[in-house]
C-alpha cells in the first residue's frame, strides 16, 4: 500500500510537471509572437517616417514652421501620401512646443494630445545629438490600440526645428486575441487530459492495489498453513493436557488462579483454532453441518445465557431486543450461534475497554425475502478510518487477539448466503447487521 501511495503520488507530481511545462511553453511562445509583432511594426514606422522625412526638404520644413500657407499645403499633400503609401492611421509634424504644424486629419488639434504618452519620445528626436528616429510601445487611445514613430526635420542650417510622426493602428491584436484564445483553450484541455489521466492511474493503481493485496494475502495464507501445520500440533494437545489438569485441580481446590488458567488455556486455543482455520485446513466452513429449522428467538436466548456464563464478576445489561416469537429460517444453527456469540464478546470487550458497563441488545426481524439480525453493543464505537478495515484478516484493535474473528465471521455468514455489515457511531455504539436468506442456497 505505501509503495502504492509513492506511485500515485509520484504520476501526480509528474502529471502536473508535464501539464506546467507544456503551458509554460506556450505562454512563452505567445510572449514572443507578441514580442516579434511588434519589433515588426516598430521597424515598419521607423523606415516609413525616415523615407518620408526625406521628402520634406529643409527649405520646404522652414518655411511650413514659418507659416507659410503654400507651404503648409504642399506638406500636407505630402503626409497624405505618406499615409495612404502605407494605410496609416495619421502623419504629423510637430514643433518643439508640441503644435501641430500640419496633419493628414481634416480637424487638427493645435496640440499633440498625445504628449503625456508619446513627449519624451518626441524630445529625444530634437535633443538627440545624432539623426534618430525613434518608435514608440503600443498604446491605448479609446478602443484603438496605436504605436507612433517620430523622426527630426531640419532647417537648411541642419538644426532639428520639427519632428515628423507616423502613427498606425496595430492591427495584429486580433491575430494575439485569436493566439490567445487557442492558448486558454489549450490550456483547460491539457488540465482535462491530466485529470482524465491521473483518474485512469487512480483506477488502475487501486486494481493493482487489490491485486498486491489478494496476492499478499495469498501468500501469508500459503506461509501460515505451512507454519500452524506444525505449530497446532506442537501446541494443541499440552493445551488440552494444562486444560484437564486445571479442571482437576478446580474441581479438587476450587481456586481463582484454576480458573484463571483455563479460561487462559481457552482464550489460546481459541486462537489457535482461528488460524487454523484461516489456514486452510478447510475450503468451506460449513461442509459438516446440517441444515435446520431454527427459532431465532430460541436461539438468542440460548446465546444468551452462554454469554452470561463468560462474565461471571460483569453485570451485563440488555436493552430491548424485539424478536417475534414465530420467526423462523433454515440455516446453520451451530455456525449462526457461534457467530452471535462471537459478536456478542467482541460487544462487551469493546464496552469493557473502554471502561463502559456492558451493555448489548440482539435483535432480529424479517425482511424482504430472509431476515435481519442486529446485535448491537453500546461501548466506545470505531472510527471511519477503523471501519474501512474492521474484516480485514489480522488488523485488530485489541491487545490481545488474532485478528480474525470478524473475517471469519463474515466469511461464514457468506457461506450462508448472507451479507455482514457494520454501523458505528464513535463514541456511542456499534451495530453488526447479519442479513440471511430464508433457505441457504446449498
Known amino acids: 500500500m505505501l509503495a502504492g501511495s509513492k506511485r500515485l503520488i509520484a504520476v501526480i507530481v509528474f502529471i502536473i510537471v508535464i501539464i506546467t511545462l507544456v503551458n509554460v511553453v506556450w505562454w512563452l511562445y505567445y510572449e514572443r509572437t507578441e514580442n516579434l509583432l511588434d519589433r515588426q511594426l516598430s521597424r515598419r514606422l521607423a523606415a516609413v517616417a525616415g523615407s518620408g522625412s526625406t521628402a520634406l526638404s529643409p527649405e520646404l520644413v522652414e518655411k511650413l514652421t514659418l507659416y507659410d500657407v503654400d507651404a503648409y499645403i504642399q506638406v500636407t499633400d505630402i503626409l497624405q501620401d505618406i499615409r495612404l503609401s502605407d494605410s496609416l492611421a495619421e502623419v504629423f509634424i510637430v514643433d518643439e512646443h508640441y503644435r501641430i504644424l500640419a496633419s493628414t486629419k481634416l480637424e487638427a488639434d493645435t496640440l499633440y494630445f498625445l504628449v503625456e504618452l508619446n513627449g519624451e519620445y518626441i524630445d529625444s ?6 539623426d534618430v528616429t525613434v518608435a514608440t510601445p503600443s498604446y491605448r487611445t479609446g478602443q484603438v490600440y496605436l504605436k507612433s514613430a517620430f523622426t527630426p526635420l531640419t532647417d537648411p542650417d541642419g538644426l532639428v526645428v520639427a519632428v515628423l510622426g507616423v502613427e498606425a493602428n496595430v492591427d495584429y491584436f486580433d491575430v494575439l486575441a485569436d493566439l490567445k484564445g487557442n492558448i486558454y483553450y489549450s490550456t483547460f484541455l491539457s488540465v482535462v487530459g491530466g485529470l482524465l489521466i491521473g483518474l485512469i492511474f487512480l483506477f488502475l493503481q487501486r486494481r493493482i492495489n487489490r491485486t498486491e493485496q489478494q496476492l499478499y494475502l495469498n501468500q501469508t495464507h500459503s506461509y501460515l498453513g505451512r507454519m500452524v501445520a506444525v505449530v497446532s500440533h506442537e501446541l494443541k494437545n499440552p493445551l488440552m493436557i494444562i486444560r484437564a489438569s486445571a479442571e482437576r485441580l478446580f474441581k479438587k481446590v476450587n ?15 481459541q486462537i489457535v483454532t482461528g488460524y487454523l482455520d484461516f489456514a486452510g485446513a478447510k475450503d468451506r466452513f460449513l461442509d459438516n453441518e446440517r441444515v435446520e429449522i431454527v427459532n431465532l428467538g430460541d436461539l438468542v436466548e440460548n446465546v444468551k445465557k452462554h454469554f452470561q456464563s463468560k462474565y461471571p464478576e460483569h453485570e451485563i445489561a440488555w436493552t430491548e431486543g424485539k424478536i417475534p416469537s414465530d420467526l423462523t429460517l433454515e440455516t446453520y444453527p451451530r455456525s449462526l450461534r457461534q457467530v452471535m456469540l462471537n459478536l456478542l464478546i467482541n460487544g462487551a470487550d469493546a464496552c469493557l475497554s473502554a471502561s463502559k458497563p456492558i451493555k448489548l441488545s ?5 425482511n424482504t425475502g430472509g431476515v435481519t439480525i442486529r446485535v448491537i453493543d453500546h461501548g466506545p464505537g470505531i472510527s471511519k478510518k477503523e471501519l474501512k478495515k474492521i474484516f480485514t484478516p489480522f488488523y485488530t484493535t485489541k491487545q490481545t487477539g488474532s485478528g480474525l474473528g470478524l473475517y471469519l465471521t463474515k466469511k461464514i455468514i457468506e457461506e450462508m448466503g448472507g451479507v455482514l455489515d457494520i454501523e458505528s457511531r464513535s463514541g456511542e455504539r456499534t451495530e453488526l447487521i447479519i442479513n440471511l436468506p430464508k433457505r441457504p442456497n446449498r
Open 362 to 366: 440482539v435483535t432480529a426481524e424479517n
Open 255 to 269: 481456586t481463582d488462579e484454576s480458573q484463571f488458567i483455563m479460561e487462559e488455556v481457552d482464550r489460546l486455543n
Open 125 to 130: 528626436v530634437f535633443y538627440s545629438l545624432s
